[in-house]
């Protein structure tokens, strides 16, 4: 059971295929139904890969559902819920990171091809997308007020950090209620040797972030939230940028609409850009002096 943020399992346990590349230990599972299922409840897996959470239900003695794209089950294109046929009262996701390593024609299937539904191999934006699609089916197909656990790791590539972790924290529908920090152990870079001019901070944790089904969450209403939040966004980025150029200068309101103008004319959103600063501008966070904005 979780007893506190950090977790360490230099044993990987004998759970699961060894072979299957990205498995996870099953104590992490074991785990994370000991914190979370109630008894009798029904936990679900639906990106099974080499079989860890299978190997552990068994295990604990609890009600399992898993399944996989390996296994013919799309998330991507079924229904989670109808093809369990009930709601579940845990799940656990263990997606791809991002295209670190490919699954199909590699890991499973033969090597002709790959599958066009596997988001191992998908461009980043894609893959954003698939992710973002794949929780909402896993937030709808779990009881209100039960939960989901997402372990996602985060993927060096040329240079980049692509911090997957924090992405699928952003996308998920549900709020946030705990992470766990799993430190990984024998990882395929720990044997290798880079020979970038820049320091090497090698990737030892992945993220087990831990949300709660909301009642009122579906696909619509995370939309209707997605939009507010844009609408939001706007407001506060402006400001800030507002906040910004008046640690520089003062300015008139005409100046500032000048110089962001390519930056409104080349969005085109259909928001009244003057309109939204000069209300920004009037608010308490400025002042106004011989046709001058400062800060206040």
């Not at 790791?153 to 705990?178: F, H, M, T």
């Not at 090698?202 to 939309?223: G, T, W």
């Amino acid at each position: 059971m979780f007893t506190n943020s950090i977790v360490s399992y230099p044993d990987r346990g004998p759970y699961g295929n060894r072979q299957y590349r990205g498995n996870c230990t099953g104590y992490l599972v074991a785990d994370l139904i000991d914190n979370f299922l109630p008894a009798g409840g029904l936990f679900v897996d639906p990106a099974i890969g080499g079989g860890t959470s299978y190997d552990v239900a068994v295990a604990k003695g609890v009600r399992f559902f898993g399944t996989d794209l390996h296994s013919g089950f799309n998330l991507l294109v079924d229904d989670l819920e109808t093809y369990i046929g009930e709601k579940a009262d845990l799940c656990f996701f263990h997606p791809p990171y991002g295209n670190m390593i490919s699954y199909s024609g590699n890991m499973w299937g033969t090597q002709s091809g790959t599958h066009k539904y596997d988001m191992s191999c998908f461009t980043d934006s894609e893959f954003k997308q698939a992710l973002k699609l794949s929780l909402i089916n896993i937030s709808d197909a779990t009881k209100a007020n039960g939960y989901y656990g997402i372990l996602m790791g985060n993927q060096k590539r040329k240079g980049e950090y692509i911090n997957w972790s924090s992405i699928a924290e952003d996308l998920a529908p549900d709020p946030l209620v705990s992470e766990i920090i799993k430190v990984q152990h024998n990882c395929v870079s720990d044997t290798r040797t880079y020979t970038s001019k820049a320091p090497i901070i090698r990737i030892q944790h992945e993220k087990l972030l831990i949300f709660k089904k909301l009642q009122e969450v579906n696909a619509v209403s995370s939309f209707e939230c997605f939009v507010r939040d844009i609408e939001s966004n706007i407001s506060n980025e402006l400001l800030i940028t507002l906040k910004r150029l008046m640690q520089c200068n003062s300015w008139t309101e005409a100046e500032i609409l000048d110089l962001l103008s390519n930056v409104y004319a080349e969005t085109g959103l259909n928001i009244d850009w003057k309109g939204l600063v000069a209300q920004l501008l009037k608010s308490h966070h400025f002042t106004h002096y011989a046709g001058r904005y400062s800060l206040a």
